[in-house]
């Protein structure tokens, strides 16, 4: 199981159980990260992995190990953005089907754009400072085998 937290500044953690035994674990489950959010900056994306309190994961066996943990950031990365644009959509009073992702870390609806830590510009291009839906802190969503 992998678990992806988005925090209020637009930077992304992704927590994985697997064990790194020198395959490069770390930088699969980074690229992956970063290519199913539409290539949010990998310098915004933390990782941790190696700790059972991320749940359990597939095992660690050379290049099986990248197979398993693109499958797991996968399902993490479609579970946070479904709970993501719920927010957004309530937020912007918009429809959910009515959301796109942007590519680096930009939701837009309708004529208005979401920056994840960044705020929301409006197509006058009002800017409204920091802006994070529902103004919680971030949150985190796994994704479940």
């Known amino acids: 199981m992998a678990q992806i937290k988005i925090h209020r500044d637009g930077s992304v953690e992704t927590l994985c159980g697997t064990q790194d035994i020198g395959g490069g674990a770390r930088t699969v ?4 990260t970063s290519r199913l959010l539409k290539y949010l900056p990998l310098g915004k994306i933390t990782v941790r992995i190696g700790d059972s309190s991320y749940g ?4 660690s066996a050379g290049s099986s ?4 943990v693109e499958w797991e950031v996968k399902r993490a ?11 957004v ?8 089907s009515g959301l796109e992702l942007l590519e680096g870390g930009k939701i837009r609806a309708a004529q208005t754009t979401l920056i994840l830590g960044g705020g929301v510009r409006t197509p006058s291009g009002h800017h409204h400072e920091p802006c994070f839906p529902g103004g919680r802190p971030g ?6 085998r």
């Open 29 to 32: 489950v980074q690229l992956h």
């Open 56 to 59: 359990s994961s597939g095992a």
């Open 65 to 68: 190990t990248t197979r398993g």
């Open 77 to 87: 990365v479609s579970s946070v953005l479904k709970t993501l644009f719920e927010e």
């Open 89 to 96: 959509a309530s937020k912007l009073d918009a429809d959910v």
């Open 139 to 144: 949150f985190t969503v796994g994704g479940y």
